[in-house]
């Protein structure tokens, strides 16, 4: 066995094993908000989510190639393939940590930026182009979309359902939660498990085991979605606490109207634009903006900043760690 197949098949592990914290990292982005208004009970919860992100999977080919052939451009053969595993143990360490911490990182930055830094680090080249049109502009705005489409769908609902029974409409909108829960499943599929798609497919382009960067085998798309459902059926319990309870507290209409609009954004995105945002940005900054409605009070702002904080250095120090771990890696290329 030579040794760029080694090296391929430790990439590839390195990558499933990634797509497996992000299940249990990012599993909160689609059930958080269905749990705490109890919706659905944790189980069947985690359960539909990890359904949801092996189909939404097969509907991610577009946010794969842009992971596989936009943002870096690596050397050819074992050399490039250690670019790779070092990006992804740099990700996998950030989110590790992320969630000992509750944090609600985008595990999707951690992976961007653990492959960057382990570039920088080794012999490639970093297409900043790409970077900012489908990794910064898309971080920014996505949160701010998220905020005030959440904010105005919420005084919708309120002002349409003014004059329903309190308790009628807790039940209604807990029902209603099963179907927003579950799109938020299908856009966390559609995104997060594109991602590993595309790392997968750049490590058999890079060791020379396919002709592009675009073409994904149907072994790929099983692969990812499959270890992204077992992660997020794990469960990630302290994100799911942030988001559900720290964040506001969260009731069915609420709950409903987070959802929708966050799976809207993702849905968008991963069909018009292709771009790979951060599912945990989208709901966490809908969550946001469905609370604003009750006031300034209603949001408590400290645990925000705190979530805020931890995007802001997301990026960077998964870079970081990703760099530090090529350096040893790279000494066997």
Known sequence: MD???ITAILAIGAALWFSFTNGFQDSANAIATSISTRALSPRAALLMAAVGNFVGAHLGAKVAKTVAGGLVELPS???????????????????????????PISASHSLVGGLVGATMAGAGV???????????????????VGFGVGFLVMLAIYWIFRKGHPVKLNRGFRRAQTVSAAAMSLGHGMQDAAKVM???????YVGGFQDNATNIPEWVYIAAALTLAWGTYAGGWRIIKTLGRKIIDLNPPQGFAAESVAATVLFANTWWIGAPISTTHTITSAIMGVGATGGKRAVRWGVARSIV?????????????????????????
């Not at 050399?79 to 992804?88: D, K, Q, S």
């Not at 595309?198 to 490590?203: K, P």
């Not at 931890?310 to 066997?332: D, K, N, S």
């Open 3 to 5: 040794a760029a197949l």
């Open 77 to 103: 053969g074992t050399e490039g393939l250690l670019i790779v595993v070092a990006g992804l143990l740099g990700a996998i360490s950030w989110n590790y940590l992320a969630t000992y911490f509750g944090w």
């Open 126 to 144: 970093v297409f900043w182009d790409g970077i900012v049109n489908k990794i910064v502009l898309p971080t920014l705005i996505s949160p701010v």
């Open 198 to 204: 595309g790392i997968i497919v750049l490590a058999l």
């Open 309 to 333: 904080l931890a995007w802001v250095v997301t990026f960077p120090v998964a870079a970081l760690v990703g760099a530090l771990v090529y350096l040893p890696i790279g000494l066997f290329s």
